[in-house]
C-alpha cells in the first residue's frame, strides 16, 4: 500500500532498528490466571503479533498493591516471570521486539484486589467517580488511603523491582505507565494530588515521583530502553488538570535529560478545553520532545503515514486493530480489508475474541 510506506519503514529505537513504525499499543485483556499469572493463551496472543515493530505488553502490576483489575498479569514474583519468560521467547523466536509496560493503579482499585483487603493508595484521600472492576462484578470505588511521605521510596523501589523482573522475564525495554488516571498520573494532576509536602503543589513537586521512578527503572535498563506514556488531556478514571498545558509542557520538556528510548502521547480527549476554556494543542508537546516520539488514538493507516511523513510523530501505536488484525502490518502493505474488532470480548476470558481473529492466509 503506496500510502502506508512511511509507517511501513525502520527506524532505531534505542538499541534497536525497527522493521516497521507500527507498534501494538499496552491493551488490557484480563486472560492471566486470578494469581497474575501470565499462561499458554497469552503466549499465542503475542506471537501471533510479533510482526509489530514493537509490542507494548498491557499494563502490568509491579505489586500486589498496584493492582486494579481481575485477571490481569503481575510482574513481581517468580511464578510470574517464568509466564512471561515463555511470551517473550514466542516473540523473539518470530524476530519481534516487546517491552513490558509498568503499572501501579492507586486509587483505581478496590479493597476485595488488595491485599488483606487494605484500602488502594493514592497521593490525596480522593474518592474517584465510577466502579472498580472485580472478580465479584462492579463495585463502587473507596476513598483511597494517602501515601505517607515515608512511604513513597517504597513506591519507587516497586518500580524498580518490577523493572528487575522483567529484565529476567527477557523483555526488551519497559514503558512506565504515566497515563490515563493511575498512580504517576494522579501524582502529575492536580486535580488529583493535594498533597502540600514535597510531591505536592508546584509542577516540579506533582512530577517528582514520576522522574524518580524513570531513574530508578533507569538503573535497572539502561534508559536509551525505556519508554515513558502520558495522557495530557485524558479524563479516563475520573482524572482532571486545571492547567494541563502548563503541567505537560514542563513534564515533557524534563523528559530530555532522561534521553529515553522513546515518549508516548495517548492523544485521547485533545479536543477537551484547557484550564481557560481554549484547546490545548498537542503538537506543541512534540516541539518540546527532543527524542522518538509516539502517537495513539485511532490512527489508521492514512492518519499514522500522514504524522510520520509531517514529523509529528516517529511512532504510531494501534489498539483495536492489533486486536482484530494479529498481522496488521502485511494488511497495511497490501491494502488488506481489516477484521472489525469484537468489543463485546475484549476484557472476557478464553481464546473467543482473543486469538481467533483470521489471518490473511486464512
Avoid at 83 to 101: C, D, M, N, P, Y
Avoid at 146 to 160: D, H, K, N, S, W
Avoid at 208 to 213: A, I, S
Avoid at 299 to 307: I, K, R, V
Wanted: charged share 20%.
Amino acid at each position: 500500500m503506496s500510502d502506508a510506506l512511511a509507517v511501513l519503514s525502520p527506524v532505531k529505537l534505542g538499541p534497536y532498528k525497527l522493521p516497521n513504525r507500527l507498534a501494538m499499543a499496552p491493551l488490557t485483556r484480563c486472560r492471566a490466571s486470578s494469581d497474575g499469572i501470565p499462561n499458554a493463551l497469552m503466549v499465542e496472543y503475542y506471537r501471533q503479533r510479533a510482526s509489530a515493530g514493537l509490542i507494548i505488553s498491557e499494563a502490568t502490576p509491579v505489586s500486589p498493591q498496584g493492582k486494579g483489575y481481575p485477571y490481569t498479569p503481575g510482574i513481581y514474583n517468580d511464578a510470574q516471570i517464568q509466564g512471561w519468560q515463555a511470551i517473550t521467547s514466542a516473540v523473539h523466536e518470530k524476530g519481534g521486539r516487546i517491552f513490558l509496560q509498568l503499572w501501579h493503579v492507586g486509587r483505581i482499585s478496590h479493597p476485595s484486589l488488595q491485599p488483606d483487603g487494605a484500602l488502594p493508595v493514592a497521593p490525596s484521600a480522593l474518592k474517584p467517580a465510577g466502579q472498580a472492576s472485580t472478580e465479584q462484578g462492579p463495585q463502587d470505588f473507596v476513598t483511597p488511603r494517602a501515601l505517607e511521605l515515608a512511604e513513597i521510596p517504597g513506591i519507587v523501589e516497586q518500580f524498580r523491582h518490577g523493572a528487575d523482573c522483567a529484565l529476567k522475564a527477557g523483555f526488551d525495554g519497559v514503558e512506565i505507565h504515566g497515563a490515563n488516571g493511575y498512580l504517576l498520573d494522579q501524582f502529575l494532576r492536580d486535580g488529583t494530588n493535594r498533597r502540600t509536602d514535597a510531591y505536592g503543589g508546584s509542577i516540579a513537586n506533582r512530577a517528582r515521583l514520576l522522574f524518580e521512578v524513570i531513574e530508578a527503572v533507569s538503573s535497572v535498563w539502561g534508559s536509551d530502553k525505556v519508554g515513558v506514556r502520558l495522557s495530557p488531556l485524558q479524563p479516563f478514571n475520573d482524572i482532571s488538570d486545571s492547567d494541563p498545558r502548563a503541567t505537560f509542557s514542563y513534564v515533557v520538556e524534563q523528559l530530555n535529560r532522561f534521553n529515553l528510548a522513546y515518549l508516548h502521547i495517548t492523544e485521547m480527549g485533545k479536543e477537551a478545553p484547557g484550564a481557560a476554556g481554549s484547546a490545548f494543542d498537542l503538537e506543541e508537546l512534540r516541539t518540546l520532545y527532543h527524542g522518538i516520539y509516539m502517537l495513539n488514538a485511532g490512527y489508521t493507516a492514512e492518519t499514522a503515514t500522514a504524522a510520520i511523513a509531517e514529523g509529528r510523530a516517529d511512532l504510531i501505536a494501534f489498539g483495536k486493530l492489533f486486536i482484530a488484525n494479529p498481522d496488521l502490518p502485511e494488511r497495511f502493505a497490501k491494502n488488506a480489508p481489516l477484521n472489525e474488532p469484537d468489543f463485546d470480548t475484549f476484557y472476557q476470558g478464553g481464546a473467543h475474541g482473543y486469538t481467533d481473529y483470521p489471518f490473511l492466509a486464512d
